[in-house]
């Protein structure tokens, strides 16, 4: 550094986060516990700015009109996108993309009805999840918990590991691109109903 002799060591910067002086008992928290041991704590450091940013913690949240003013009217308004909603739009888009594969797909010798059928079952395992869990949403809508949606979630994924494995095992002429490709289409949905809100 400029001005810093080479047998000097750099020194920490106090910023406006670290308090005056912390710097200082932080080196001598540092120095004591490589006395000690031996060899230095590092994460002694971590934890004496975890502790300082605990103390610091002045986080207010945000009135109704002043969320408002920051992010306008809509932001006070309830959502367009419902969980029925992005269900629906997935089972739009997996019956156009399940048209998309009859229409524009013929493999050699694969029969006529195994690439539709297929793409149906990729955008079905899909929507039909999300169906399960938005009902259930529906039915818990007065005693929403975290509990219950994290519950609702592990039945989702539960439910869409098993038809992946029933459809694998049970369903041999299953053409797995036109399901993997349509499974993948309307999980987007997720993404394009965020975007529209």
Known sequence: MVGQRPDEAPQAHEGPDVPPGATAASRR????????TGRVD??????????????NNDIVPLTRTEAEQLFGAQ?????RVTPFRVVA???????VATLAWWLFYKPPG????????????????CWLPGALFAARLKQLSRAG????????????MGVTIAM???????????Q??????????????????LAWR
């Open 89 to 95: 739009a997935q089972v739009v888009l997996s019956l």
């Open 164 to 174: 992946f494995v029933a459809i694998a095992f049970g369903y041999h002429e299953v």
């Open 176 to 193: 797995w691109i036109p399901l993997l490709i349509t499974y993948l289409i309307a999980l987007k949905t997720y993404w394009i109903a």
């Open 110 to 125: 694969v029969a006529a009805s195994g690439v539709p059928l297929s793409a149906f079952l990729g955008g079905a395992i």
């Open 29 to 36: 928290g540092q120095d004591e516990a490589a006395n000690e």
């Open 42 to 55: 590092h994460n002694a450091r971590w934890d004496e700015l975890d502790a300082s940013q605990q103390e």
């Open 75 to 79: 932001v006070s308004r309830p959502s």
């Open 145 to 156: 918990t975290v509990f219950n949606w994290v519950l609702g979630e592990a039945v989702k």
